[in-house]
């Protein structure tokens, strides 16, 4: 009777110990991963799709915590090149010339299928083609793609580059710049331009990607790098499969996904958070088959544009750039 109970009882031992482990290792494989995320300025619609991802739980249920860290003084870009981020907001032309100086970034996602910046003047200043910025003042320090951009939107305007005056405008806000000291500026559409609607101002756009398809860049984009691709393609699955599924949730729900990007950040304008995302939301996936899609070929547009102005080396790779092997099917 006494082995029979010491068997027994051996064996509730054991049983009781397997319980045990198997409650260490359900709560180990339900801890949640660290992931950090690099806006490459202060919140807007450009990023709705993230602060979805948070406030509705896709990313804890992909078993991420992720950390949304605010612009700084070193870029989202070189954050994450160098480790220090994740994932990031980057440009896929700021992209390829990061690249072209050796570092290692990945677009992993479009956030936006086309170009939506371009050359905004206020109605009154008569700026509706190239040739009317002869003689005009434009808000920023021409660097060299800003002067290559303005280059190509001016050929065969029988206009010159050397006909345009420059003024650095720093973070002076556009439209104290544009009553003072300036007649045009690159603007996003999405943000600036509606804003500019709200204030009941008329503005003349002058849409890059209309002059030249190597100027439709992807813009915004989510990048990461070559080693994170490398170390743990789970891990960038995983992140863009519930950013993805974030931004999906904001084309077909704007107002909602607008709610939730205020709420994560309250001092943000609710009436242009609004009138922005109302805007934005169909022109996420655009004409695209699917969201966050990139396609070689235009790529290889951009990449034949900085080659003629002397952007990036002749014999840049385009496929090392970018990928689409983690989105959803």
């Not at 009882?9 to 709560?27: H, Q, R, T």
């Not at 860290?69 to 907001?89: H, N, R, Y």
């Not at 951009?149 to 206009?159: F, L, N």
């Not at 088959?289 to 003629?308: A, H, L, N, P």
Request: with cysteine; hydrophobic share 40%; net charge negative.
């Amino acid at each position: 009777m006494r082995k029979k109970l010491f068997v027994l009882a051996s064996i509730l031992i054991l049983v009781l110990a397997g319980c045990g482990n198997n409650d260490e290792k359900s709560n180990e494989s339900n801890e949640l991963r660290k992931v950090s995320f690099a806006l490459d300025w202060m919140p807007n619609t450009n990023h709705t799709g993230i602060y979805v991802a948070k406030e509705k739980g896709y990313f804890e249920d992909a078993g991420l915590d992720v950390d949304i860290l605010l612009p700084g003084e070193v870029g989202s870009g070189q954050l994450v090149a160098t480790g220090k981020a994740d994932f990031g907001i980057n440009y896929q032309e700021s992209l390829m010339m990061a690249r072209n100086e050796g570092l290692p970034l990945v677009s992993v996602t479009a956030i936006m299928q086309h170009n939506t910046a371009g050359y905004a003047s206020p109605a009154e200043k008569n700026i509706t083609e190239p040739a009317d910025l002869a003689g005009k003042v434009y808000g920023a320090n021409l660097s060299p793609l800003g002067e290559a951009t303005m280059k190509t939107m001016m050929e065969g305007s029988g206009v010159g580059i050397e006909d345009i005056q420059s003024t650095n405008i720093g973070d002076s806000d556009f439209f104290v710049a544009i009553q003072r000291d300036i007649d045009f500026s690159l603007v996003f559409q999405g943000w600036t331009g509606i804003e500019a609607e709200i204030r009941d101002i008329d503005l003349n756009m002058m849409y890059l990607k209309d002059y030249a398809e190597g100027l439709d860049y992807y813009t915004p984009i989510i990048a990461t790098s070559e080693k994170l691709i490398e170390k743990d393609p789970a891990l960038v699955k995983d992140f863009i499969h519930a950013a993805v599924k974030g931004y999906e949730f904001a084309i077909e729900n704007p107002a909602e996904a607008a709610e939730i990007l205020m709420n994560q950040v309250p001092d943000l304008n609710e009436e242009l958070v609004m009138k922005s995302q109302e805007w934005l939301s169909p022109r996420y996936q655009d004409d695209a088959e699917r969201f966050g899609i990139q396609e070689k070929v235009r790529y290889e547009k951009v990449r034949d544009f900085m080659i003629e102005n002397d952007l990036i080396e002749a014999d840049f790779d385009v496929d090392k750039a970018f990928t689409n092997e983690f989105l959803p099917e």
